[in-house]
């Protein structure tokens, strides 16, 4: 009989176990053209993987303003930012596969926010803006090597990220 309650306190702690276990997770899409899965809560931790516009991940715990999430295809974990990531699926239209084929990632997030190349022409046009600045920010790239040596070159130790 001792043993009968044993299993059945084992069996009720198991059960629990994996309802924690699965409330613990929940789905978000990338928000963002592209977002880097990082190695730790921090700007500054290694880079594991990229994730891409409307990419779904499993997204648990959450320290520093980033969520630990399950890479889609289950390869590992890491951490992004949650500026990423939203709890809203996002959906494609046209059919994932032609939005791909025919509509660069920057073409869907642009027409996801109601702008793309045709409104930017238009306020070139209209509102006589220069976008030749922001054309050239967007090309800038920092690697992470290059940033690590600028925060110990100034002595700024300490950052985490996130917050």
Not at 59 to 74: M, R, S, T, V
Request: a negative charge; aromatic letters at 8%.
């Amino acid at each position: 009989m001792k043993k009968m309650w044993i299993l059945l306190a084992l069996l009720l702690l198991f059960i629990c176990g994996i309802m924690v276990s699965s409330q613990a997770f929940e789905d978000l899409s990338v928000l963002v053209k592209e977002t880097q899965v990082r190695s730790q809560p921090s700007y500054l931790g290694k880079v594991l993987a990229v994730l891409h516009y409307g990419d779904r991940v499993k997204a648990g715990e959450k320290e520093k303003g980033f969520y630990k999430i399950q890479l889609p295809d289950k390869s590992g974990e890491g951490w992004v930012h949650s500026s990423a990531l939203i709890k809203k699926q996002i959906v494609m239209n046209a059919g994932d596969s032609e939005v791909k084929k025919y509509a660069s990632s920057d073409d869907v997030v642009l027409a996801g926010k109601g702008f793309n190349k045709e409104v930017e022409d238009s306020y070139k046009k209209e509102k006589n803006l220069d976008f030749t600045p922001v054309d050239e920010m967007e090309k800038i790239v920092v690697n992470q090597s290059e940033i690590v040596e600028f925060l110990n070159k100034g002595l700024l130790t300490g950052l985490e990220g996130g917050e």
